[in-house]
């Protein structure tokens, strides 16, 4: 295939507190525009995301990032929250601030603030992606030079100020000076929109989307008031973003108090690398996490100086999901009380939307798609296909809206 003069590259990135998702989509007069996502990460691991985490190797000037990072390193882990200097870990409840400080999360080298861990592992991402940008260049067409745009997403609480850290971060790792952004809500939108076939969507629905990430829920609620003729909706915000600290890390805190509470002070001796982010117990568990549907028990293998097995019964993971899907329901119960009583449209019909990492949790979909039937029978509720690649396909969806920039960047392809 040939390249037209008017084709570019537009690459979403949505950095994630817990994981990190990239997409892209050739555009151009003679480009289809689909949006692909990066399935693929070294070394050789498969997903749709890759952990936001670095670690420090021994040898100096080399970091692991992502699934590089292996049980027992010493790894930083949610450093995106420390980008924010109003976040303060009070917004936490204490309990998770006390599992955070044991299992070492939100902690920083001695040497580097947040903002440089941030463009550390923005610079790996960037390579990556940079390999891969190439290689589908590569097999799809002849060899040349391609403008390439980086469209990266970000918290909507973020202020001007913050969003500018998470830019130069993004600079300064490789990903070129002009760096465009757009919140994760819209993104998030924009995603959902473009496949609004798959949830029969129509002009006059409302819909609220929920957007399940590792650290915190956001729910945000759209009216679309149009179609294009492809049956794209165009959409107005309705309310304003609400948030709450309930998602997917909140169940590995729980699991931890249930554990202090089974094993205690066994189990509280543990190192941080044996039960950390990247440790072989969270990862066993991160399975459990994505499988678990209600019914059956689990076996977790706790190393330390005498490992042993634990059995989790499903009353046990029941226990430590349902305070974070009641806390999930409320919020968004609690949205749409304030969409009604702001609202001075009728909705045709009302659908609810679960995106990100922990609306692919089966028992969280089964849950809450039960109690929300039983307050709302009316309401449809349904989880977006591949709901962790919605962000990063948002942004890349929003780059591809067109926006005349100025390419500072391109990827060239080498025959
Ligand atoms: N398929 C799944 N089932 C259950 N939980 C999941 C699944 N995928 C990711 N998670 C959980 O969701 C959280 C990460 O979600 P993600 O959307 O990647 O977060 P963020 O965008 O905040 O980085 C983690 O707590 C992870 O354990
Ligand atoms: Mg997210």
Known sequence: MEFGNDCKLIVGVDYGTTSTGVSYALTGSSQCNEVISIQKWPPNCPGLKVPSLVACAGSPGRSLWGFEVRPGMKSFAWTKLLLDPTFNCDSFKVEIREVAGALGILKLPEDRDAEEVVTEFLRHVHQHVCGELKRFLFDTMSPGRVPIEFWMTFPATWSEAVQSKLKRAASEAGFGDKVFTVSEPEAAALAVFRISKDFELNVGDGVLICDCGGGTVDVTS????????????????????????????????????????????????????????????????????????????????LLGPVPREITLSPGDLRGIFDPVLDRILSLILSQIKRLMQSLERVLSTSKIIFVDGFAGSPYLQIQLKSALRQQMAEVGVLVAPTPERMVACGATVKGLQGIVAQHTNAVDIMA
């Open 222 to 301: 759209c009216f679309i008031t149009d179609m294009n003729e492809r049956g794209v909706p165009y959409f107005e915000q309705l309310t304003e973003e609400t948030g709450s600290n309930c998602g997917g890390i909140n169940v590995d805190c729980n699991l931890y108090r249930l554990l202090v509470t089974k094993l205690g002070e066994d189990f509280k001796n543990l190192s941080t690398t044996m039960v950390g982010p990247g440790s072989n117990f969270m990862k066993e568990f991160e399975y459990i996490k994505r499988d678990f549907n209600g019914e059956l028990p689990y076996t977790l293998t």
